[in-house]
């Protein structure tokens, strides 16, 4: 109120200033858009590269687009395909059942063995540094070494045979392919296993001094010092593993090619047949649109169940 | 009740003392064991690379192949243009991790000190596609470089590097809200405009956090595999990554062959993290990467 009066009094009593100070509050508006600047790259990618693709996408699911011949609108057809197609229905269905055990069982493992690198050991680096090697190393090369443990006379194989079991063949048995890939997966922790490290030593030394004045033993401070204040890292990594869990396709298309009679088919791999084996990219698009909404709902379900369990101590600054 | 604990108290430091050694030794146990178990199929690769292929059944097993066998990764190395797969891989690897690296940095600085009006509104637009499934824009961008006529070049595997990384946008964001606000306002006293600010000030500050994305860019485009597969066609066109599929079909059961053609991309990303290692951790632990 005060400054307003004040202005109005000063461009009554002098035109040529007002009008200066016009400019410079247009020269300062300008100024203010400096951070365009910086954020000018994102904006030009977010555009050319996502939210243009996006919009393409949800055109080229609309149209028989086999490539080399034109396009031909044809509505709805390739979702109703999609929907009635066994091997979406077979191929949703194993991502959906790699998921169910890998984010559950690498979260709980990345957890477990960030606890035990917390602790005070002799030579932590190196152990750390070993727990993590696998992770880095995760993708193509990993896939290989599991080719090679779980060939029939493997190193997998051979550690049975001590025990007197006699192992499957892994990935060639329709029944042990998928636990195979699951299996594996668990050696790729690594960075969650890192991301809940840093959580870890955030977590403030005083309420574990609470816990002990309470008489509380190790698994009440676990219970309910560390496991409430890891709830936000527990989350994120839940939310992170679930849409990288649904789009996992390296290892099946290096170790398996989706086989044996289709057990280890995943969605994203089914979407790469459709798509450059079978060059029918109208179809392999509207495929992947109904993985968009899949993976999408497991978000929001995720979030909106987030409000009962992540517990955060206090806003994020900025 | 005062009695029993004034027994217990008399006998504590023994058992206290054998107990407490109990739980540090299986603390160690655990510890160690579980890190050999998982560094197992890293030995057992770099074990078979140098093993004769008549020994890889042998019982007991060979821990250690004397005299190592090097033949299998000169005989692995030219079972296909390794050299020119090595070529594309560093190529693609050494342009990316600058080009990721610069323009997150950047993009990153824009949205943590910088003021303008659709600011917040558009980092939503960054978590947005951090979170959405990039499975969804896998097909149009590849009908967008192939009416570009860049299939089967490096080009789509450069050039969306150019625009930031989701991801990295958000670590090195959440870095630069940690620094203190007062340090660029002095700067500005001093007149300094804000890229001056970024590469004085914040930049100097965040050598950790600007390691640990450099690295993560590293390892996710070294071992990339969908995208060079999708975009690459001619054998001599492939990254290593993708070459080594290759090797699978080839050398099915040589495993010794195989192994060391595994060595070949695994090694790098080892010595890179033992490079990078120290800033990495504590990259990490300082940007408390959280929702």
């Known amino acids: 109120m005060a400054s307003s009066s004040l202005s109005a009094k000063t461009t009554g009593l002098r035109t040529v200033p007002a009008r200066l100070s016009r400019w410079r509050a247009i020269r300062k508006w300008i100024a203010g858009q400096e951070g365009w600047v910086f954020i000018f790259p994102w904006v030009v990618g977010f555009i050319l590269l996502d939210l243009g693709p996006y919009i393409f996408a949800l055109i080229i699911s609309f149209l028989n687009w086999d490539v080399g011949r034109p396009p031909t ?87 049975l045979g001590w025990f007197g079991i006699e192992g499957p063949r892994w990935l060639t048995s329709t ?122 709902a497991a978000t929001i379900v995720q979030f909106l169940g987030a409000r009962r369990w992540v517990y955060y101590e206090y806003q994020e600054p900025g | 009740m005062t009695a029993t ?54 019982v007991p097993p060979i821990i250690v192949p004397l005299p190592p066998v090097w033949e299998n990764y000169s005989i692995m190395w030219q079972n296909g243009p390794t050299w020119s797969w090595m070529k594309n891989s560093i190529i693609v690897v050494a342009f990316s991790v600058v080009a990721e690296t610069i323009t997150s940095v950047s993009v990153a600085y824009g949205f943590a000190r910088t003021r303008f009006a659709a600011r917040d509104k558009l980092f939503i ?27 089967d070049t490096l080009w789509p595997l450069l050039i969306p590097r150019l625009f930031g990384t989701p991801f990295y946008i958000f670590i090195m964001r959440q870095f630069f809200l940690t620094l203190p606000r007062e ?54 066109n492939l990254t290593l990554a993708v070459g080594l599929k290759f090797f ?18 695994i090694v790098p990303m080892i010595v890179a993290f033992f490079l990078a290692q120290k800033q990495f951790i504590r990259g990490i632990a300082l940007t408390g990467i959280k929702g």
């Open chain 1, 73 to 159: 609108y044809i509505g709805l057809r390739n979702y109703q395909a999609a929907f009635t197609d066994p091997l979406v229905g077979k191929s949703l269905w194993n991502t959906a059942f790699y998921t169910l055990f890998h984010v559950p069982g690498s979260t709980i493992i990345a957890f477990t063995v960030a606890g035990l690198l917390n602790q005070k050991v002799r030579g932590m680096p190196i152990w750390r540094t070993m727990y993590y090697i696998p992770s880095v190393t995760s993708g193509v090369g990993m896939a290989l070494i599991w080719i090679w443990l779980f060939a029939p006379r493997g190193a997998l194989n051979g550690m």
């Open chain 1, 175 to 296: 029944t042990w392919a998928m636990p195979a890939l699951i299996i594996m997966s668990f050696w790729g922790v690594g960075a969650s296993m890192v991301i809940f490290l840093a959580g870890l030593q955030g977590v403030p030394q005083h309420l574990y001094e609470a816990a002990e004045v309470d008489g509380g033993g190790w698994w009440a401070k676990v219970r309910h010092v560390t496991i409430p204040m890891m709830t936000p890292y527990i989350f994120l990594s839940l939310i992170l593993g679930v849409i990288g869990s649904f789009q996992v396709v390296t290892q099946a298309l290096l170790m398996t090619g989706g086989g044996p009679d289709n057990a280890t088919l995943f969605i994203l791999l089914y979407i790469w047949i459709m798509g450059w084996n079978a060059f029918k990219m109208g179809y392999a698009a509207s495929i992947s649109w109904i993985l968009f909404a899949i993976i999408f």
């Open chain 2, 5 to 58: 604990t004034a027994e217990a108290g008399r006998r504590r430091p023994i058992v206290l003392r054998t107990f407490r050694w109990a739980r540090r030794f299986l603390l160690y146990l655990i510890v160690v064991g579980g890190s050999f178990v998982y560094m197992y199929p890293v030995f057992f690769m770099l074990r078979t690379s140098l093993t004769k292929e008549s020994d890889l059944y042998v």
């Open chain 2, 125 to 151: 637009g960054v978590l947005a596609t951090m979170m959405l499934p990039g499975a969804v824009t896998l097909i149009p961008r590849w009908l967008i470089f192939h009416r570009l006529d860049m299939i």
């Open chain 2, 183 to 236: 340090l660029d306002d002095a700067a500005r006293i001093d007149g300094a405009s804000h890229l001056q600010i970024l590469r004085k000030v914040v930049i100097p500050l965040s050598v950790p956090a600007i390691a640990t994305i450099a690295v993560f860019s590293f390892m996710n485009r070294w071992n990339d595999f969908l995208e060079p597969l999708i975009y690459l066609l001619r054998t001599e």
């Open chain 2, 248 to 265: 699978v079909s080839r050398f099915g059961t040589e495993y010794h062959l195989l192994m060391a053609g595994a060595m070949l991309l």
